[in-house]
């Protein structure tokens, strides 16, 4: 029997490799025959793990991470028509059934029947139904011919391996973060955060055809990564006010769309940069966007945070300026990105190469053994996309 190892967490800050349980196709004590097994070829580190690993959820220990995948088919239940053993494919990091009724409408990041908990689950994460993670050599992956994307040559996805792998979530995410806002041709957009996901969502911008993309971030290299790909940038620890710093750039304090890639763990701008405060995003974002204008809120936020500042906080209720956003009309989408429903398009941009987001986002290639040091430096806000090679199957 093969070995199996998988990234695991222990404790707030420490994450370890662990030989961990070869996966088998069932749930449960029943067998799982809409499934498969992958052998991982790619498994990316998100910012959504590292919520967890810094201890700001209710993860339990040695849950294994990781819900980021892309894999090779080496063994299908009997159910599984359409992926065969040998497909490349990728895993959305939503799982859904495909049977339900908001699969059916196509709303996979809310399955009502994979998680017993609440609607919608995911690979490794808490509270996402308990399905192991994929930052690992194998994991199963069920609902094979609703949920897997088959690369149509694999010798050609092998040659764009690092920007293919970023279809199981960030640039999906992003994406649905800048179509959510209503960015389209000759927008301008305000993108807070340049994280993997900041960036995906700005690259997207320009994919949609927007006339300016502004990204705000307070890490340097970031907004230097932000800049290298023709984004107008913000450091948001200066203390010019967020309105004044758009003006600058575009002649008017306001945008026509915003996008909060941050998420609950935000910090003040200016001098409370050191401070945290989860709402400061949301805030921003409604006092700079127009009148009528639309808001995407892929940036998690979450119904239990044992780090939060306050007892509110702790359960997701935040100090939020609605009234501001009621009075200037705006539209507001937050939510899991339904990967399936933009995974396809953003396939074939990809090999037909009208994006090139791997470089975008500066994905590094590490090994699975390197993943450890990994979460430490993407904690350490480096301007890189880690992205685990399991078994060195990536080209350099």
Not at 132 to 157: C, H, I, R, T, W
Not at 188 to 201: D, E, H, K, R, W
Request: glycine residues 12%; contains cysteine; negative net charge.
């Amino acid at each position: 029997m093969c070995k199996n190892h998988g990234v695991a967490y222990v404790k707030p800050g420490e994450v370890e490799v662990r030989e961990i349980e070869y996966p088998k196709l069932a749930l449960g004590n029943r067998k799982c025959d809409h499934g498969v097994i992958l052998k991982i070829v790619s498994t990316n580190i998100c910012g959504s793990d590292q919520h967890m690993v810094r201890g700001r959820t209710t993860a339990p220990e040695g849950l294994i991470l990781g819900h980021e995948i892309t894999g090779l088919v080496i063994e299908a239940g009997r159910d599984v028509e359409f992926i065969h053993v040998g497909d490349l494919v990728s895993v959305p990091f939503n799982i859904a059934c495909g049977r339900c009724r908001n699969c059916k409408e196509g709303r996979t990041g809310i399955c009502l029947n994979v998680n017993p908990a609440r609607p919608g689950a995911a690979y490794g994460y808490v509270d996402m139904g308990g399905w192991v993670g994929g930052q690992a050599e194998y994991v199963m992956v069920p609902y094979a011919d609703f949920n897997l994307l088959k690369f149509p040559d694999s010798d050609q996805a092998m040659e764009k391996i690092k920007d293919l792998t970023l279809l199981s979530d960030i640039f999906p995410t992003g994406f649905h973060g800048a179509v959510t806002a209503g960015v389209g041709p000759g927008t301008i957009v305000y993108v807070a955060g340049a994280g993997p996901v900041g960036l995906a969502c700005a690259v997207s911008c320009h994919l949609l055809g927007a006339a300016v993309v502004i990204v705000g971030d307070m890490i340097p290299e970031r907004l230097e990564q932000a800049r290298s790909f023709g984004c107008e940038t913000i450091d948001l620890r200066k203390d010019t006010p967020l309105e004044e710093a758009i003006a600058a750039i575009v002649g008017v304090p306001e945008v026509d769309c915003a996008v909060d890639c941050v998420g609950f763990e935000a910090r003040g701008h200016g001098s409370d940069a050191g401070t945290e405060m989860p709402a400061t995003v949301l805030n921003s974002v409604m006092n700079v966007t127009r009148a009528g204008g639309s808001i995407g809120i892929p940036g998690l936020y979450v119904t239990g945070d044992p780090g939060a500042v306050d007892d509110a906080a702790k359960i997701g209720s935040l100090s939020i300026r609605l009234g501001l956003g009621w009075a200037k009309s705006h539209s507001f989408h937050t939510g899991q990105c339904p990967v399936m429903k933009y995974h396809r398009q953003l396939m074939n941009a990809i090999l037909y190469d009208k994006v090139q987001i791997a470089k975008a986002v500066n994905v590094q290639i590490i090994s699975l053994q390197q993943s450890v040091q990994g979460y430490k430096d993407f904690d350490g806000g480096a301007a890189k996309k880690f992205v685990i090679d399991p078994h060195g199957m990536i080209p350099n």
